[in-house]
């Protein structure tokens, strides 16, 4: 482990000679400072999670659909060919079984995302799946239609911890306010759980909150063998079944606790402060 955090140290030296700009590191920097750091995917060209833990990400589905592209200022981040994916598709995923270190009763998501095309709105309920942990988690974009455009609308949740066939909080949104994402535009996108309340930040302001004291998994409740095959973290698909998405992900991290309001606000700021 000490191994991995020599490359960490490694990677963010690398940056400040030119192949990141300042803001990102700041953001590196921000991250790794913070306290309760669980996982932190650069996506630096690699799918490395730069932490002592070393929960690497590997592709699902065709390499070539997934590689990497401009980040959000400088760097790079994944990109995500998921044009007429249907019954597959193509995302990075981490495997996380029950017993792993993501398996906390309290939780921060975060991550940067830029949609490329939201999946047409068919019906209503057509998403694009930033980042999710299966049958437990996730932080997601729905599609919907504002004024002759489709916009992804930002939403999270959790599953019923005992039966992650079913929600538990369900999707914790506002469908007045959203906020609603543009095509080709990144955003930060965060999500916290408490035990007691959940909340949605979107690029460093609370979008939304629900209270819901109903845990979240895996618990002593939930199944050891999961109803859609694994508890893993994926990133640009739903439970790794569908709803895949279309455009690029960037710096993400989880916290084994509910990050502050002004902790969240710190991080979009530092990856938004002029170099």
């Known amino acids: 482990m000490k191994g991995r955090w020599l490359l960490a140290t490694a990677l963010l030296a690398a940056t400040s000679l030119g192949s990141v700009r300042a803001d990102s590191i700041a953001f590196r920097k921000r991250v790794l400072g913070t306290k309760d750091l669980l996982g932190y995917w650069p996506f630096e060209s690699s799918f490395i999670d730069v932490t002592p833990n070393a929960n690497d990400g590997h592709v699902v589905g065709n390499p070539a659909k997934v590689i990497f592209g401009p980040g959000v200022n400088g760097g790079q981040a994944v990109v995500m060919d998921n044009t007429g994916s249907t019954g597959s598709g193509n995302f990075v995923s981490v495997p996380a079984p029950v017993g792993s270190i993501f398996d906390v009763p309290k939780l921060t998501a975060a991550v940067w995302a830029k949609v490329t095309t939201p999946r047409p709105n068919v019906d209503g309920d ?21 004024s002759g455009d489709t916009l992804s609308q930002f939403v999270v949740g959790i599953y019923n911890p005992a039966n992650p066939n079913s929600y538990g909080s369900d999707p914790v949104r506002d469908d007045t306010a959203g906020p609603f994402a543009k095509k080709n535009e990144w955003h930060f996108y965060v999500m916290t759980y408490d035990g007691a309340k959940v909340i949605g930040y979107f690029d460093g302001k609370q979008a ?3 209270d819901y004291d109903g845990g979240i998994g895996p618990t002593v409740d939930t199944p050891k063998d ?50």
């Open 126 to 146: 057509q998403w694009d799946n930033s980042i999710s942990r299966t049958s437990l988690w996730w932080i997601s974009g729905n599609s919907v239609d504002r």
């Open 226 to 275: 999961p109803p859609k095959g694994n508890y893993d973290l994926n990133w640009g698909s739903w439970d790794q079944r569908g709803d895949w998405m279309d455009g690029s992900i960037d710096d993400s991290a989880i916290f084994s606790r509910a990050l502050t309001a002004d902790e969240v606000k710190a991080l979009f700021d530092a990856m938004m402060a002029k170099p």
């Open 208 to 210: 939304f909150e629900k």
